[in-house]
């Protein structure tokens, strides 16, 4: 059985996951109105990722006996003046989404709920990516300032992201 502190911080982290997506989204569709369609492939995979990040939550609380309790996705921003801010944003969100997943697992010790902490061990993980990848992209971003050829040689890259 799930502990209840566990549960409800797990149904805050689905809300967290989905508020992700959206925003991964949002930013898909910048992009693609700006005809910057690698970043649009690259951001729209990562919404993906992140629906299937709630998806995993979702599971594994309804497979420990728990109750999913879905809450109300908020709007996500819509607007960006560039790739780089766009990507700037992006890191803060993976950051916080790491922050998150440590306090699940620092819960999950004072829980003593060890199941848990072993099931946070994937996510623990994917952030380092997660971050990781976000990072390289901002600080490309950095270098290439107002470099329009250095841009779309950049979307180029993104667009050979695949799923995963």
């Avoid at 990040?53 to 109750?67: D, L």
């Avoid at 950095?142 to 050829?149: F, H, M, R």
Wanted: hydrophobic share 35%; charged share 30%.
């Amino acid at each position: 059985m799930l502990p209840k502190k566990m549960e409800d911080e797990f149904n805050k982290q689905i809300n967290n996951e989905l508020f992700s997506a959206y925003l991964y989204l949002s930013m898909s569709a910048f992009f693609e109105s700006k005809n910057l369609h690698g970043f649009a492939s690259w951001t729209r995979i990562q919404a993906k990722e992140e629906a299937i990040h709630a998806i995993k939550f979702f599971s594994y609380i309804t497979e420990r006996n728990g109750k999913v309790c879905l809450k109300e996705v908020k709007s996500p921003k819509s607007n960006w003046t560039s790739p780089l801010e766009v990507f700037e944003d992006t890191y803060k969100k993976e950051s916080e989404i790491t922050k998150n997943i440590n306090d699940l697992v620092h819960l999950s010790h004072t829980e003593k709920d060890h199941t848990s902490s072993s099931f946070l061990n994937w996510f623990l993980q994917e952030q380092v990516q997660e971050e990781s990848s976000a990072l390289e992209i901002l600080e490309k971003l950095k270098l290439i300032k107002d470099n329009v050829g250095a841009l779309f040689i950049l979307d180029k890259e993104l667009s050979q992201r695949k799923d995963k």
